[in-house]
């Protein structure tokens, strides 16, 4: 795998502290190898502030591994990273304050939802709120309300996660996410457990968040998402980010072949 | 119908070693659970070396080893403390185990959900992966407590006044003194009956409250 990286984009071991602000997140040459397989391979990518960016890719090119990467679910080889204004870097042991305070401005949106089972809706989004941001049980449940109803499932506050639809579930997800006032959202195959309408509420959720000028890193299967809703789309396949650009673009017309064989294999 | 009530008088003891040995079990058994999911191979292995000998030299050799072989180190407990140590560090080994099997049990999307809230390693561990590790291990734990009830006899050996020793001495003292072990094995049902009843009246709770 040749070393080229985009243009406007950082390549080797860079220090990247000194340049743009307006950049949530910035990834530069990050790398990750797990038992000897290289899954990313010096990948680098800025999401700017505001910014709903998508990841596509056949599946094992390292989409969900880079995301993991942004809030250290995985921990980097190489590489550096300023997200949300924190510097990190690969190869470094965090400190546990290091961690809170990135993952406070991180928050994660997971295939499987990861709902905590034995508490309900709400008390899944007063946890959070109550122990990390250190809120009053009136606050928490005051703001875990207000965001059930904007993700409207205000009539399922005391129901336990079990006796909701998947698509229900995620929505609650997405609130506890939000209840800790994150500067970036990650998405990791957010409706890719869903069947298709539910899916599609899942979506309608995530547009409206959008819409509120959240900033965004989906990885994701939904082409009509990443089009529509998406400012910018990233194209990874094994373990390097092939072609990235204006979605519409990049989906009508690839640069790479290998986007065009992805693309007509999706869209079939 | 005297064996029966010297029986009876007997259940306290056969209760006190039983709860116990169950406590000191369970309080052993949680510092061995966390250095058995150590990520580091020493650690590990260590745990894995003390829950096996816990597990692996039969609990009537670990009491006669408190009991009388301590002593020669000038420690000495009395029978009541011999059985309840002994049986404690056998439950360890068993108990860490179950722990265990428990926190697998838990998905592993659930600490990572923890990890990405950023919730701290205390507060994850415990109001999000114990309730549900939990409830994982609760047929393990009932059934483990039972099985205890019942190996506490063997404290027996040692003197402990407790159904067992009190059967036999009660049958050696009386010409049809055998029937007393009918009594004692009567007893041993209505002390284990009830803790399985109770057992799946919590799991029945706990699956109300959250199933998946």
């Given at each position: 795998?040749a070393?080229?990286?985009?243009?406007?984009?950082?390549?080797?071991?860079?220090?990247?502290?000194?340049?743009?602000?307006?950049?949530?997140?910035?990834?530069?040459?990050?790398?990750?190898?797990?038992?000897?397989?290289?899954?990313?391979?010096?990948?680098?990518?800025?999401?700017?502030?505001?910014?709903?960016?998508?990841?596509?890719?056949?599946?094992?090119?390292?989409?969900?591994?880079?995301?993991?990467?942004?809030?250290?679910?995985?921990?980097?080889?190489?590489?550096?990273?300023?997200?949300?204004?924190?510097?990190?870097?690969?190869?470094?042991?965090?400190?546990?304050?290091?961690?809170?305070?990135?993952?406070?401005?991180?928050?994660?949106?997971?295939?499987?939802?990861?709902?905590?089972?034995?508490?309900?809706?709400?008390?899944?989004?007063?946890?959070?709120?109550?122990?990390?941001?250190?809120?009053?049980?009136?606050?928490?449940?005051?703001?875990?309300?207000?965001?059930?109803e904007?993700?409207?499932?205000?009539?399922?506050?005391?129901?336990?996660?079990?006796?909701?639809?998947?698509?229900?579930q995620?929505?609650?997800?997405?609130?506890?996410?939000?209840?800790?006032?994150?500067k970036?959202?990650?998405?990791?195959?957010?409706?890719?457990?869903?069947?298709?309408?539910?899916?599609?509420?899942?979506?309608?959720?995530?547009?409206?968040?959008?819409?509120?000028?959240?900033?965004?890193?989906?990885?994701?299967?939904?082409?009509?998402?990443?089009?529509?809703?998406?400012?910018?789309?990233?194209?990874?396949?094994?373990?390097?980010?092939?072609?990235?650009?204006v979605?519409?673009?990049?989906?009508?017309?690839?640069a790479?072949?290998?986007?065009?064989?992805?693309?007509?294999?999706?869209?079939? | 119908?005297?064996?029966f009530?010297?029986?009876?008088?007997?259940?306290?003891?056969?209760?006190?070693?039983?709860?116990?040995?169950?406590?000191?079990?369970?309080?052993?058994?949680?510092?061995?659970?966390?250095?058995?999911?150590?990520?580091?191979?020493?650690?590990?292995?260590?745990?894995?070396?003390?829950?096996?000998?816990?597990?692996?030299?039969?609990?009537?050799?670990?009491?006669?080893?408190?009991?009388?072989?301590?002593?020669?180190?000038?420690?000495?407990?009395n029978?009541?403390?011999?059985?309840?140590?002994?049986?404690?560090?056998?439950?360890a080994?068993?108990?860490?185990?179950?722990?265990?099997g428990?926190?697998?049990?838990?998905?592993?999307?659930?600490f990572?959900?923890?990890?990405?809230?950023?919730?701290?390693?205390?507060?994850?561990?415990?109001?999000?992966?114990?309730?549900?590790?939990?409830?994982?291990?609760?047929?393990?734990?009932?059934?483990?407590?039972?099985?205890?009830i019942?190996?506490?006899?063997?404290?027996?050996?040692?003197?402990?006044?407790?159904?067992?020793?009190?059967?036999?001495?009660?049958?050696?003292n009386?010409?049809?003194?055998?029937?007393?072990?009918f009594?004692?094995?009567?007893?041993?049902?209505?002390?284990?009956?009830?803790?399985?009843?109770?057992?799946?009246?919590?799991?029945?709770r706990?699956?109300?409250?959250?199933?998946?």
């Amino acid at each position: 795998m040749a070393e080229t990286v985009e243009p406007g984009h950082y390549s080797g071991k860079r220090d990247i502290r000194t340049n743009a602000v307006n950049y949530v997140i910035e990834l530069a040459a990050i790398e990750k190898a797990f038992a000897g397989h290289q899954v990313l391979k010096k990948v680098s990518l800025r999401v700017k502030e505001g910014e709903v960016c998508s990841i596509i890719g056949p599946s094992g090119a390292g989409k969900s591994t880079l995301l993991r990467c942004v809030n250290l679910l995985e921990q980097p080889d190489g590489g550096n990273m300023i997200i949300a204004g924190q510097y990190l870097e690969a190869g470094r042991s965090h400190s546990r304050r290091d961690l809170l305070t990135l993952r406070r401005n991180v928050g994660m949106v997971f295939q499987s939802f990861n709902l905590f089972p034995h508490m309900t809706v709400l008390d899944n989004i007063v946890l959070p709120q109550r122990r990390v941001l250190k809120c009053s049980e009136e606050q928490a449940r005051t703001r875990g309300k207000e965001l059930l109803e904007r993700v409207g499932l205000a009539d399922k506050a005391d129901a336990y996660p079990a006796k909701i639809s998947g698509g229900q579930q995620q929505r609650v997800a997405i609130a506890r996410a939000l209840a800790l006032d994150p500067k970036v959202m990650l998405f990791d195959e957010p409706t890719s457990a869903l069947d298709p309408e539910l899916a599609q509420e899942v979506l309608a959720v995530m547009k409206e968040v959008a819409a509120s000028g959240m900033t965004m890193l989906v990885v994701t299967h939904e082409m009509g998402f990443a089009r529509t809703i998406g400012d910018h789309l990233v194209v990874m396949e094994d373990g390097a980010i092939i072609e990235q650009g204006v979605p519409e673009q990049v989906m009508s017309d690839p640069a790479e072949e290998r986007t065009r064989k992805f693309l007509s294999a999706v869209n079939r | 119908m005297q064996g029966f009530w010297a029986i009876l008088m007997a259940v306290p003891y056969t209760l006190l070693v039983t709860a116990g040995a169950f406590l000191i079990g369970f309080i052993l058994a949680i510092p061995l659970t966390f250095l058995r999911r150590s990520t580091m191979a020493p650690v590990k292995a260590l745990a894995m070396f003390i829950i096996d000998l816990f597990r692996g030299i039969p609990p009537i050799v670990w009491l006669f080893l408190i009991y009388f072989g301590l002593p020669v180190l000038k420690i000495r407990f009395n029978p009541i403390e011999a059985g309840i140590i002994g049986l404690g560090v056998v439950s360890a080994g068993y108990l860490a185990e179950i722990f265990r099997g428990g926190l697998l049990a838990v998905h592993r999307g659930q600490f990572e959900a923890c990890k990405a809230l950023g919730l701290s390693g205390w507060t994850s561990f415990t109001r999000v992966i114990s309730p549900q590790a939990l409830r994982a291990m609760l047929p393990g734990l009932a059934t483990y407590f039972i099985g205890l009830i019942k190996d506490s006899s063997i404290a027996s050996v040692i003197g402990v006044t407790e159904m067992v020793f009190t059967a036999t001495t009660y049958a050696r003292n009386s010409p049809e003194g055998i029937y007393v072990f009918f009594v004692a094995a009567a007893v041993y049902i209505g002390l284990s009956v009830p803790f399985g009843l109770m057992a799946r009246g919590m799991e029945s709770r706990l699956q109300a409250a959250g199933a998946r």
